[in-house]
């Protein structure tokens, strides 16, 4: 029962989060302030009420609509304070009510503003990006955090720029240098190295299928984390079967 209500509290608190990370990622691309002004409505442009902010619950009384003008209201909202507070269960789940809890579910909450920008505006701001590196490093060996974080991120960074020359032009950005860092840092080693392996594998089919457009890999890193951390165990088991037979 204690752990149900845990829960549940993580839930609702995580769903608190997400509308959070929905301002996120309506502001952050467009340089706007994420503090002020107050929410509004993007139709009709009125200051929306307290109680039209009440994650989830607030999309479904209203119908979907802005109780001002009656225009639709995006899905993209209520869809992210779900799976923002299914992320922060999972986590529970996973780990336990540790105290570096909040950092590992904020680390992850951050990557995920990091997937629905990269969807949107084909973009990866920093400001995100790095937030989300140092959330990952408050773990309990920090030290080794912040070395796994070093090496999987100069590794790339390498890779990349060996890619680069050899296929002369730019074959790796930044962004995904830092998102490398931030998966070091959760997953440490080897598990770094089967979430690469993941990633590419998730990413191959939408690749095809939208060649000429492009895909964003960020999602895909993201996702993979996500996969590796929470199977860990058995990620390690399989590259040891893989290895050693």
Partial sequence: MTEI?????????????????????YRIPKNENIAFPASKCQSCQTPLKWYHNIPIFSWLALGGKCAFCKAPIDKQYPIVEFLTGVIFV??????????????????????????????????????????????A???????????????????????????????????????DVIVAGT???LLGFP???????????????????WRERGVPFIPFLALATLIVYLYDTQASQLLDMILYG
């Avoid at 950092?103 to 701001?125: E, R």
């Fill in 90 to 135: 999972i986590l529970y789940m996973k780990i336990g009510l540790v105290w570096y809890l909040p950092f590992v579910a904020a680390s992850f909450s951050a990557l995920f503003a990091l997937v629905m920008i990269d969807f949107k505006y084909m973009a990866v701001p920093d400001s995100i990006n790095f937030t989300a590196l140092a959330l």
């Fill in 5 to 25: 209500l845990l829960g549940a509290m993580l839930f609702i608190f995580g769903i608190m989060i997400g509308s959070f990370l929905n301002v996120v990622i």
């Fill in 191 to 209: 598990n770094f190295f089967i979430a690469i392996f993941l990633s590419a594998l998730l990413a191959i089919i939408p690749a095809m299928i």
């Fill in 137 to 175: 490093l408050v773990q309990p060996d920090f030290l080794d955090a912040l070395l796994y974080a070093g090496i999987a991120a100069g590794g790339l960074y390498l890779v990349g720029l060996l890619s680069s020359l050899i296929a002369r032009k730019e074959a790796m950005g930044g962004a």
């Fill in 183 to 185: 998966m070091g840092a």
